[in-house]
């Protein structure tokens, strides 16, 4: 029993661990995930600066050249040399103009330099481009000078080089500036620019990111590399504050989970037999709705524990712990007498509205729950008639043929079966064959999506069909969205229930809402009345008028 004990000691702290270090494998992805699509949008605008600041350079150049072309600005002459002088000082990005010959070498320069034999440019072809680039030898800041010419067609081009400050740049944010790579290309080959260190050569692709991007005017590439690393500088201070946070979590769990698996069974089981004792689980109220007339047709019953300070337990905290343990059975008793006593009156008044009443697979083990609800509603104000016992596919029937029978001595009572959750759970088709139920709820995941998604639409059309077929009721659950009501409609479902209409409720704000309904319901059929009276007097009025 000790090592048991301890086995159980060690489970619950694992899971306490795990518990608080899931949201930190949570947290740990996605800032990578944030910080790795930060670091691309960076490294995107890194490259389209230095495409921008590129095509300015050759578009002003080019449209300089252009203009000098169209002034008969073509020639070595002195008085050409003194207008290329001015247009060097007036264009700041621009370090000499001159003449190159048809196989890219200078006729002339200004400002005077020292003519060699050096190819600026590519030879001229025939059917070569007006514009032609090439790249200097000389450097500033990891950017070359660049050359850029216009054909003349006479086997002679004006030519411009353009500083390498133009094209010099470092933009970005810091803490990838110190890490990236940036290269801008001419031709996917004749490089104009690079700055930064590092080199992405030999590394696994994966720790690397990378952007490039085109230009659409020229044949420009800039490309942008930096380790997958580098990004996550950005969240290192976010991943502590969530390390810090997780550990906390950690403790506050592990501490929680100690105290539960230490604490001697009998004594949490001694306190959830004094909460049964002193009435502290209650019902709760769920209105099911006729959507087409907005009519209250019943409710479902549903548990909630109210711990002595007030505070509301939902039942998925407790439920299992009192069906495995055997306490549902004095569970479920309570809430029928509770709930028969409540609004048993409400119930005399409207022999139509119907009470469903959850019972788990442990109620169809006996006859038991047979007698109790004789017992509870033979004289009560709700009759057997009114009576819905729902029960769940979620959790598989033991023993079918006599579940069958326990079924059909409550239907012979007048008392009507529902399949709860249908389609998600073990009996599928197999209870709606076996059980004979009376109607079937559709589970909250297919409402959820019944607006969007063409599947669950198609599910809920074929449970209607095999509802009408069978000649059995159909309930929505989870109804939350004017859309999913009127989806319903078309697919022919005219009951359902759900927090568009109510959430769960006391007894007495239940009994309050049955009567608004019933009195806006009433309301509107006035209304109706009304305008149909006062249609019926304008047509009859309109023939009289036509037969004078």
């Not at 590519?122 to 216009?150: N, Q, T, Y």
């Amino acid at each position: 029993m000790l090592s048991l004990q301890y086995f159980g000691f060690a489970r619950t702290v694992v899971i306490a661990l795990l518990l608080a270090m899931a949201p930190l494998f949570v947290a740990n992805f996605t800032l990578n995930q944030f910080a790795e699509r930060r670091a691309l949008t960076e490294m995107q605008s890194m490259g389209e600066v230095a495409i921008h600041r590129a095509e300015e350079a050759v578009s002003a150049t080019v449209s300089l050249l252009q203009r000098l072309d169209r002034d008969d600005v073509q020639t070595c002459s002195g008085s050409d040399r003194a207008i290329f002088e001015e247009l060097i000082i007036d264009f700041g990005m621009i370090d000499a103009i001159g003449l190159a010959d048809a196989t890219g070498r200078r006729m002339c320069i200004t400002p005077d330099r020292e003519l060699s034999d050096t190819v600026i440019l590519p030879p001229l072809r025939s059917d070569g481009p007006l514009v032609g680039i090439g790249m200097l030898e000389r450097k500033f800041l990891g950017a070359r000078a660049a050359v850029i010419s216009w054909d003349l067609k006479d086997q002679t081009r004006l030519f411009a080089e353009v500083t390498p400050a133009v094209i010099a740049m470092d933009p970005g944010p810091d803490y990838l500036r110190s890490y990236r790579r940036t290269e801008l290309r001419l031709g996917g080959d004749l490089l104009w620019y690079d700055v930064g260190g590092y080199n992405s050569e030999g590394n696994n692709p994966e720790d690397i990111l990378t952007v490039e991007v085109g230009s659409a005017l020229y044949p420009l590439v800039a490309t942008v590399n930096a380790p997958l690393s580098a990004a996550k500088h950005v969240v290192n201070d976010l991943k502590v504050i969530a390390a810090a946070a997780s550990v906390g979590m950690a403790i506050v769990f592990v501490a929680i989970g100690v105290w539960l698996s230490w604490r001697p069974e009998n004594e949490a089981n001694d306190e959830f037999v004094a909460a049964i004792r002193n009435g502290e689980f209650i019902p709760y109220y769920q209105p099911v709705m006729d959507i087409e007339s907005k009519r209250v047709r019943g409710c479902e019953v549903l548990m909630r524990w109210r711990r002595p300070n007030g505070m509301i337990v939902s039942p998925g905290q407790f439920m299992a712990y009192a069906e495995n343990n055997g306490h549902i059975f004095d569970m479920t008793r309570h809430m029928m007498r509770v709930a028969s006593e409540e609004i048993g009156p409400l119930y005399g008044e409207n022999p139509d509205f119907k009470l469903s009443i959850n019972l788990f697979a442990g109620h169809f083990l006996d006859r038991e729950i047979v007698s109790d609800i004789k017992a509870i509603f033979e004289r009560s104000e709700i009759s057997y008639q009114q009576i819905v016992v729902e029960v769940t596919e979620r959790h598989p029937l033991e023993d079918m043929d006599l579940a069958r029978k326990i079924m059909a001595e409550l239907q012979a009572m007048g008392v009507r079966v529902a399949l709860d959750d249908v389609g998600t759970g073990h009996g599928g088709m197999a209870y709606l064959q076996k059980l004979g139920v009376d109607i079937i709820k559709i589970d909250k995941m297919f409402i959820d999506s019944i607006s969007s998604d063409d599947s669950s639409t198609t599910i809920v059309d074929s449970m209607v069909e095999l509802a009408d077929n069978l000649g059995m009721g159909i309930i929505a659950e989870g109804v939350e969205e004017e859309e999913q009501i009127e989806r319903l409609l078309e697919l022919g479902v005219t009951a359902a229930q759900g927090y568009y209409f109510a959430a769960p409720m006391a007894a007495n704000d239940f009994i309050e809402y049955a009567a608004t309904m019933e009195e806006e319901a009433q309301e509107r059929a006035r209304l109706a009345a009304e305008a149909a009276a006062a249609e019926q007097a304008a047509t009859e009025s309109a023939m009289a008028g036509a037969a004078a």
